[in-house]
T-cell receptor, first 113, second 116 residues
């Protein structure tokens, strides 16, 4: 069964450093998403992406964040200058259409020290 | 904006028994989707069940079923014949059909413990 993959599974970085989190969505899916989950808290929407542009973004997704689909398979989330409060699990998800179920990747645990 | 509320931070159930997890939501829309996701200790998000608001029939997936009460804006999950592997955090989620963004709004989650 096709699945969403994410790399790395765990990333440790120092405050102020740039990180790129990578995702490979399911191949025939057209809509891509990033969510984050701070430990012990709810899953929060960051951004949705379709047709090579952002469809919607949350208040969390400020100028420090960016997304890109650099080729036909990868979907990346970049945090330009990480802060301690960016420490969280970041989930990538994809769906065939916006209204259909989203399939989540296994997540990348980001630790900012 | 839509909100999703899970009023039970923790629930426990005896193995083989039945448990119901509650979820309420607030929306002004008439058509939308509702989901239950399971998050085991591995933190992977696994889709358990989905319900379209326009369907009156409650969704069922094996031991998992929902009680969807549209007027009351309630969407509870019933797990029958609970198994040890059902122990996890369960999240209720809402998604509008009136947007191409596909954003899901999640509740705070309910931690389910299954006792042997």
């Amino acid at each position: 069964e096709p699945e969403v993959t994410q790399t790395p599974s765990h990333q440790v970085t120092q405050m102020g450093q740039e990180v790129i989190l990578r995702c490979v969505p399911i191949s025939n899916h057209l809509y891509f998403y990033w969510y984050r989950q701070i430990l012990g808290q709810k899953v929060e929407f960051l951004v949705s992406f379709y047709n090579n542009e952002i469809s919607e973004k949350s208040e969390i997704f400020d100028d420090q964040f960016s997304v890109e689909r650099p080729d036909g398979s990868n979907f990346t989330l970049k945090i330009r200058s990480t802060k301690l409060e960016d420490s969280a699990m970041y989930f990538c998800a994809s769906s065939v259409q916006a209204q259909y179920e989203q399939y989540f990747g296994p997540g990348t645990r980001l630790t900012v020290t | 904006a839509q909100t999703v509320t899970q009023s039970q931070p923790e629930m426990s159930v005896q193995e083989a028994e039945t448990v119901t997890l509650s979820c309420t939501y607030d929306t002004s829309e008439s058509d939308y989707y509702l989901f239950w996701y399971k998050q085991p200790p591995s933190r992977q998000m696994i889709l358990v069940i989905r319900q379209e608001a326009y369907k009156q029939q409650n969704a069922t997936e094996n031991r998992f079923s929902v009680n969807f009460q549209k007027a009351a804006k309630s969407f509870s999950l019933k797990i029958s014949d609970s198994q040890l592997g059902d122990a996890a955090m369960y999240f209720c989620a809402y998604r509008s059909v009136n947007t191409n963004a596909g954003k899901s709004t999640f509740g705070d989650g309910t931690t389910l413990t299954v006792k042997p």
